[in-house]
């Protein structure tokens, strides 16, 4: 089992422009989340999906939009970078239930000059 | 609402010593937290849970935790800390209401010294 899988590893974006992260879980899990890590900040969750064909806001989902495709992948658009958005962003995914751990990918570093 | 504290940026230990890293929290109902390890350049990998019942929890690679209900902390420890150990260390906490969502800490840079 590859687990979760993100892509691109790395990516150098001007201001304005978009672009969309990918994320992909063979795990079977209901739950999705996107989190944005930031020195001395810790993780802060972007958007999550609960299941298959719903989606909610997070602490910070100003700038992006997300689509959960299928069961299986759950992606991140940026449509407009600014530099604010310059971070690594981290996939995770997780069994229905609060009580249940969360599984990470390996992340995204993005640069946005 | 819910918050996690992670007072300590920084802990350093001496190889062989144990180490604990602090973490308190708040959450409406009932918590359900959890400890995450962070290797440089990768992603969180889970370490522990606690859900209810027995207040010291264990997990991988020999670390554990103390759950406090009075005190809202749950300190991760380790009876002898090894420099592989070296890492950041996040708590989490998510609460039985208010939807799915999960409040990581800042973090904890843990050092171990040989």
């Known amino acids: 089992n590859a687990g979760v899988t993100q892509t691109p590893k790395f990516q150098v974006l001007k201001t304005g422009q978009s672009m969309t992260l990918q994320c992909a879980q063979d795990m079977n899990h209901n739950s999705m989340y996107w989190y944005r890590q930031d020195p001395g900040m810790g993780l802060r969750l972007i958007y999550y999906?609960?299941?298959?064909?719903?989606?909610d806001k997070g602490e910070v989902p100003n700038g992006y939009n997300v689509s959960r495709l299928n069961k299986r992948e759950f992606s991140l658009r940026l449509e407009s970078a600014a530099p604010s958005q310059t971070s690594v962003y981290f996939c995770a995914s997780g069994s229905s239930g609060r009580y249940n751990e969360q599984f990470f990918g390996p992340g995204t570093r993005l640069t946005v000059l | 609402a819910q918050s996690v504290a992670q007072p300590e940026d920084q802990v350093n230990v001496a190889e062989g010593n144990p180490l604990t890293v602090k973490c308190t929290y708040s959450v409406s109902g009932n918590p359900y937290l959890f400890w995450y390890v962070q290797y440089p350049n990768r992603g969180l990998q889970f370490l522990l849970k606690?859900?209810?019942?027995?207040?010291l929890v264990k997990g991988s690679y020999g670390f554990e935790a103390e759950f406090n209900k009075s005190q809202t902390s749950f300190h991760l420890k380790k009876p002898s800390a090894l420099v592989s150990d070296s890492a950041l260390y996040f708590c989490?906490?998510?609460?039985?209401?208010?939807?799915?969502?999960?409040?990581f800490g800042a973090g904890t840079r843990l050092f171990v010294k040989a």
């Open positions: 989490a906490v998510r609460g039985d209401t208010g939807g799915f969502k999960t409040i």
């Open positions: 999906s609960a299941s298959e064909g719903t989606t």
């Open positions: 606690y859900i209810t019942g027995d207040n």
